[in-house]
């Protein structure tokens, strides 16, 4: 089992939609989340970090963490086309002192249609 | 404050050559990390720097190596260069050890022929 896993896409939405982001992790105790965006060509830009359970708001851009179920989401309200792009989510695994090290999805491929 | 730089932007060598990236961090971050990313292998985590000591290593050959200096900036050498190799690679800054936020660099683009 991938440590952390998020499904590849493409994940189509009309532009003004919700897109919604999903990525579940295998570590339990995992204390840091991160979501990037990473234009086609370009590399990942941080979008939101998040550390406790609920919901952590940043403009259109919303986190979920929930630690029980081991799923961390991003929501993306009123969706541009701007918004298309691969969104990365990274994890830092518990229990590894100085060793830790982000544990990185392979993405979600979003379009957003015009 | 200015972000992340990584030269060259674009390299071109051949299959035996050997390569030198340079990667200056965000000013007043510390950990210095490098990843490789092919299309399909998503983030390949190389080696993390801090405080000129390499803390945390992943699963790659001797051939790729790394170094950082007392002004945190830092290098990454490849040798005996395979076609494989080619990626883009980037390096990521961070305040502390990995744990905190990492903000990426623009990458280098290396080809191998």
């Known amino acids: 089992q991938k440590e952390v896993e998020q499904n590849s896409g493409p994940l189509s939405v009309p532009e003004g939609a919700i897109a919604s982001l999903n990525c579940t992790y295998s570590?339990?105790?995992?204390?840091?989340f991160f979501w990037y965006r990473q234009y086609s060509g370009k590399s990942p830009e941080l979008i939101m970090s998040?550390?406790s359970n609920g919901d952590k708001e940043d403009g259109r851009f919303t986190a979920q963490l929930n630690k029980a179920s081991q799923y961390v989401s991003l929501l993306i309200r009123d969706s541009q086309p701007s918004d298309s792009a691969t969104y990365l989510c990274?994890?830092?695994?518990?229990?590894?002192?100085?060793?830790?090290?982000?544990?990185w999805g392979l993405g979600t491929s979003l379009a957003v249609n015009p | 404050k200015a972000g992340v730089t990584q030269t060259p932007r674009y390299l071109i060598k051949t299959r035996g050559q050997q390569v030198t990236l340079s990667c200056s961090p965000i000013?007043?971050?510390?950990?210095v990390s490098w990843y490789q990313q092919t299309p399909g292998q998503g983030l390949q985590f190389l080696f993390e720097?801090?405080?000129?000591?390499?803390?945390n290593k992943g699963n790659f050959p001797g051939r790729f190596s790394g170094r950082q200096f007392s002004n945190s900036r830092s290098e990454m050498n490849v040798s005996t260069l395979e076609l494989g190799d080619s990626a883009l690679y980037l390096c990521?800054?961070?305040?502390?050890?990995?744990?905190?936020?990492?903000?990426f660099g623009p990458g280098t683009r290396l080809t191998v022929t």
């Open positions: 990521a800054s961070s305040l502390g050890l990995a744990g905190v936020a990492q903000y």
């Open positions: 000013s007043g971050h510390r950990s």
């Open positions: 720097y801090f405080s000129e000591t390499q803390r």
């Open positions: 570590d339990r105790g995992s204390q840091s």
């Open positions: 998040i550390y």
């Open positions: 990274a994890v830092i695994p518990p229990n590894a002192g100085n060793n830790r090290k982000l544990i």
